[in-house]
């Protein structure tokens, strides 16, 4: 079994101030972390993953995270938020006895304050 | 282009009314879903395909129908639409196994009356 839980559904930050988007998954086997981002009125596209080896991985536009088995996170980050980065982003996890199944967390709406 | 379509974008319908939503996609994946979004609950997945023939429950299955059979095609079944169902709806293929990275189409809105 496997869930993903995003803390914090909405989270505001100024411009050129650092991004934190928290995620803390379950997972009975080794996990593989996604971070997805939706723009308005779009698709989801995928900004970064966690699948084996380095644990700090990054990812477009800046952003970075880091899988930390022991905390069972994977939060995001970016250290200066730009106008572009308003967006909803969400943490999915999947597993190999599954590899057609994928959890996804509930959303962070990202608001980006001049 | 590499790209995941879904037809219709939007669709409005009454209770009871079946409809299809059709999804493709042209970069020969193995894996395809189907994803529900609404406010507050994220994605949450209803049904997925590893191959042609090959299907299975998501977590909210119930009320929906799948089939694969052509692997560029996957559409969404709706035997009898109630409001419950109205939500914004993704479709996702992806190459074989747990890493790789899923595309998404651009969505359908449905709003069942």
């Known amino acids: 079994a496997q869930s993903v839980t995003q803390l914090g559904s909405h989270v505001s930050v100024s411009e050129g101030a650092l991004v934190l988007l928290r995620c803390n998954y379950s997972s009975s086997v080794p996990p593989y972390l996604f971070w997805y981002v939706q723009y308005p009125n779009q698709g989801l596209q995928l900004l970064l993953k966690?699948?084996?080896?380095?644990?700090l991985v990054k990812g477009i536009n800046g952003f970075e995270a880091e899988f930390k088995k022991s905390e069972t996170s994977f939060h995001l980050t970016k250290p200066s938020a730009h106008m572009s980065d308003a967006a909803e982003y969400f943490c999915?996890?999947?597993?190999?006895?599954?590899?057609?199944?994928?959890?996804f967390g509930d959303g962070t709406t990202l608001t980006v304050k001049p | 282009e590499a790209q995941v379509t879904q037809n219709p974008r939007y669709l409005i319908t009454v209770t009871g009314k079946k409809l299809t939503v059709t999804c493709s996609q042209n970069?020969?994946?193995?894996?395809m879903s189907w994803y529900r979004q609404d406010p507050g609950l994220g994605l949450r997945q209803i049904y997925y395909s590893m191959n042609v023939e090959v299907t299975d429950k998501g977590d909210v299955p119930e009320g929906y129908k799948v089939s694969r059979k052509e692997k560029r095609n996957f559409p969404l079944i709706l035997e009898s639409p109630s409001p419950n169902q109205t939500s914004l709806y993704f479709c996702?293929?992806?190459?074989?196994?747990?890493?790789?990275?899923?595309?998404f189409g651009p969505g359908t809105r449905l709003l069942v009356l």
């Open positions: 996702a293929s992806s190459y074989r196994g747990a890493v790789e990275t899923q595309y």
């Open positions: 970069m020969n994946h193995e894996y």
């Open positions: 966690y699948t084996t080896g380095a644990t």
């Open positions: 999915a996890v999947k597993i190999n006895t599954n590899a057609g199944k994928s959890t």
